[in-house]
């Protein structure tokens, strides 16, 4: 399902560092990460909206306009355009994240605590509870997954079609984040480390069961590459 503006927002909006290619790229796996990067958002509950439109929070907070000029723009996706982001709160986000159903039922809810994603739930389409994951303090996760009738089932299979898939990386961490190390380069690139997309969402290739660690230590494990005239514009992480 296509993530809308406000669940970029809610997250955080990844900062992705300005970093100088070289001319030619020979190995797709150039390292296997380092991580760092808080969530530095305001506002109390944000979520796409049935109709696909943007909610803003309730409260207006103080924000910072993101002017460092050797930066790479912060986007967000609205209704599968892509929009500059030039402000960013300056309070953590606090509050919940809703993602809907075409019919307008729920089919997603985020809650964060101080920037800190707490819990996860996901619902069918008819309803039942599909999954639920609590992170806890330790960065561990529990998580829940059920079927379209209610009855507890495994978690999902993900198979490896890329080396890069079984590698820990890293976000946050400058010259050595996945956010860095693959921000400019070819698409054909990212399919050679990682193997086909679980996803493609309007050219926002969506990689699934990852392992992508912040300096904080939880752990991050779906990373989008956006691909814009078969290069990667930007990367981005979420839980």
């Known amino acids: 399902m296509r993530q809308v503006a406000s669940i970029s927002l809610a997250v955080g909006l990844m900062w992705v560092g300005c970093s100088k290619e070289g001319a030619e790229d020979i190995n797709p796996l150039p390292g296997n990460g380092a991580a760092g990067g808080d ?41 599968g355009k892509f929009y500059q982001v030039y402000e960013i709160a300056t309070v953590s986000y606090t509050g919940k994240v809703v993602e809907y159903h075409p019919d307008s039922t729920e089919s997603s809810e985020k809650i964060y605590d101080a920037g800190v994603l707490t819990r996860h739930t996901e619902w069918h ?25 209610g009855n507890p089932v495994k978690a999902p299979v993900k198979m490896v079609t890329g080396l890069g898939r079984g590698l820990e990386w890293k976000t946050g961490a400058g010259p050595a ?10 698409a054909e690139l990212i ?35 956006t691909i814009s005239n078969d290069k990667v514009l930007s990367v981005s992480v979420e839980p």
């Not at 943007?54 to 306009?65: G, W």
């Not at 190390?181 to 070819?186: A, H, L, T």
């Not at 997309?197 to 926002?204: A, K, S, Y």
């Not at 969506?206 to 990373?223: A, F, H, L, P, R």
């Open 125 to 149: 389409a008819n309803g039942q509870k599909k999954m639920e994951a609590v992170y806890l303090p330790n960065g561990a996760m529990k998580t829940n997954y059920y079927d379209e009738g």
């Open 39 to 79: 969530g530095n958002m305001g506002g109390e509950e944000v979520g796409a909206l049935p109709g696909g439109d943007l909610t803003l929070a309730p409260k207006n907070e103080a924000t910072e306009k993101l002017s460092d000029p050797n930066a790479a723009p912060v986007l967000a996706d609205r209704n």
């Open 177 to 186: 984040s996945i956010e860095i190390i693959y921000r400019g380069k070819e």
């Open 191 to 225: 399919k050679k480390a990682f193997g086909d997309p679980d996803e493609d969402q309007n050219g926002v290739w969506i990689y699934k069961g990852m392992k992508v660690k912040m300096k904080s230590g939880q752990i991050m494990t779906t990373v989008r590459f």
